[in-house]
């Protein structure tokens, strides 16, 4: 059978299965899989666990050999002979982040509207697993010969840290290439590195009592509260610094000021358009002539810090050619005792280098009085453009949708940070949901929203892709055996 014949039997296969296609990710995204401390037997939760059963099941029963990990993890693969002649890595996630506040549908009961499909991990990344499921049932189906296996992963930790991806990597052998369909197309072949960082004063409040915001540590927080122990003046000049700001929200509560920050939130690595809750809140309580001096010098401090997604005011801003921009982003606040703390989420160019950051960032806050307490690091990850395996995917993309748009970096991170020979490689087509009011639909957002059309579009770029890689890594198996001869 000739490509041009396939195409049109793919393309036809692929829309004959719509509805079933889209039933199925409304299946997973009616699971609320927040990844949590769990126990041995479901180490991330009695959720994930239950819909890491449920995508597997989905495999078993298309004929696909599957395993669950233990609940860290699920494999799928195409046919269960060993990987000998090569094997092919999708990798998805099942666990979401948490559905957040603010949203207009409801985050677990999928809703189909404008040819979206909107819920919490309609776009991150249960299409990801629908879209590798349905990419190893066309190739059955359609009967095109492999000589490598395929390997669908399913993930249950990817939000909350990866711990399931180092320990699959761990525990088996690389494929030799990977695929994570976790983003746009066409091919991501740079991860900036992830640095989280906490933040806090020497000192600690003394009228500010609650200090709060966020709940996850790639979110920008929407929202911000603190409890002051209240005072006529005070209650009186907050309620006064608050009018007219739809921002700022001041209410009293017995013998206590509560004051609520509304800003927009987002993506920790794609700030565009937010407003983080943590800078409104500090911006506002600085100027409380009211409040404590240190505890106002305290805020004054955070809202310089969080002030810019660049981290210029923290002195760690740098670019770089590959990659941009660094992105640093405010996204947890709470208090150890006394000790107001801040999380900062900072995605630095594939160039850059934690030591380097640290260093820097030191130089502005020692002075200010302020620490790091604590900070966990995951290294960029960067192929060159000109490998032949971005080169490869690259191909078939621009055949298949007859765009010209570039290989790109992101300021994200995704599993190709763990794995070898791994891309970023669509999901979706990168259409927002336009009908949605500001702050909603993208990914991490209330009312997050995933284009039909791209799902189904992705995966015929995917089977066109197996197909292709199939033809490289046996290309580089002869090459191989040429050379040992």
Known sequence: MDRQELTKQLEQYIEEHRDVIVEDLKTLVRIPSVSEEGTKEKPFGEACAKVL????????????????????????FYESRKPDEGLIGIFSHLDVVEAGEDWIYDPFEPTEKNGFLIGRGAGDNKSGAVIGLYTMQAIKDLNIPLKSNIMLYFGCNEEKGMKDAERFAKEHIMPDYSMVPDLFFPVCYGEKGSLKLTLQPRTGFHQITEWKAGKADNMIPAHATAVISSEPNLAAEAKKLAEGRADIEVTEQDDKLVITSNGVGGHSAIPKDAVDGIWILSDFLKNLESLDASDREICAVYADLTGDFAGEAMGISWSDEPSGKLVCSAVRAWMDGSIPEVMFSIRYPVTDYRERIEAELLKVITPRNFAVKAAVNSDPMYVSKDDPYVQTLMRVYREVTGKANEPYVIDGGTYARKLNHAVGYGGGNGISADFLPAGHGRVHQPDEARSIDGILEAIKIYVISVMEIDELIQAERREKERKEE
């Open 53 to 76: 059963d449920c995508a597997l099941t989905m495999a078993q029963e298309r004929g696909f050999a599957v395993n669950n990990h233990e609940n860290w993890y699920g494999t799928a």
